[in-house]
């Protein structure tokens, strides 16, 4: 490739495009990072109330986007019970990773959180008509071996496995298929009609799923909880966090899918180790540096054949 080509590439707005979109991948990354952290330390903190923790950020989207979304005074796009769905299964995965941290450590539970990428790609490949040249598969693989890294750093870095590693380990990776579910129907939804009134839905629903739910299999857990700044402050925390999360998604899944949707989030497990050596004061091994690089490049194969620059 020559020079002008090379230049005409970096110049074209394609390439500006992925670069705002690996950007707020990024950005995606630390809030999840965050979101993560802050249900560690609710479990750390000897709370079990993975429902309440998600009931927040819902009410938060319900109020906020449904109130945008009333002042249009107009009819749903989408019909009603298309939404319950989608409520109700954004509702179990976020209900079975926070569940995860119970018995697992952070860092096990944000590295089996990349599962959710190959479910996506078999339910956008079977439901949305998506399909992946093999350079994209390649990408995608590239960042999952990336990962497999991380998973023998885990392995013996110290910091604790958790109570019940296993048991937790299979709640995040039924976790990840619900969470698979719901970004896809997220991403179908996004592109087909009108993002507030997909985010106010989630929030709507996703409240009320929450609270039937809460109602079923959390007053005990309510009733035992001794409430303090700390546990406040990080309930505050993992709210805002999710918040923005769900705020800022459906840009990303509008413009790029599912799959480079959690793609370029996967980069979140680095954000984890950050966390970890500072406010765990646990050290990394040299692995998940190598791990960063190759899910970098894999990110980026994926992402350059995805908008036509290769």
Known sequence: MSWCNLNGCWRSQKTWQTIYLLFLGQVFSFVLALGSFTSSLIADLGVDAPLTQALFPYFFLAFVYGSILLSRRQGLLVSWY????????????NYLVNKAYQFSSITSVTLLDCWTIPWVMGLSWFFLGSRYSLWRLFGAAICIIGLGLVFLSDAGVGGGDGS???????????????????????????????????????????????????????????????????????????????????TVAPFVLQLSGATMFNLSILTFDMWAVVIRIFFYHQQVDWLYYLSFAIVCTGLVIYSTTFFGLQ
């Open 82 to 93: 298309w939404y319950l769905l989608l409520g109700f299964v954004d509702v179990q995965g």
């Open 164 to 246: 019940k590693p296993l048991l937790g380990d299979v709640l995040v990776i039924a976790g990840t298929i619900f969470y698979a579910m719901s970004n896809v129907g997220e991403e179908f939804c996004v592109k087909k009609k009108n993002r507030i009134e997909v985010v106010a839905m989630i929030g709507v629903y996703g409240f009320l799923v929450s609270a039937v739910e809460i109602s079923i299999v959390e007053l005990k857990s309510l009733e035992s909880i001794e409430w303090s700044t700390d546990l406040i402050l990080a309930f505050a925390g993992y709210a805002v966090s999710t918040s923005m999360f769900y």
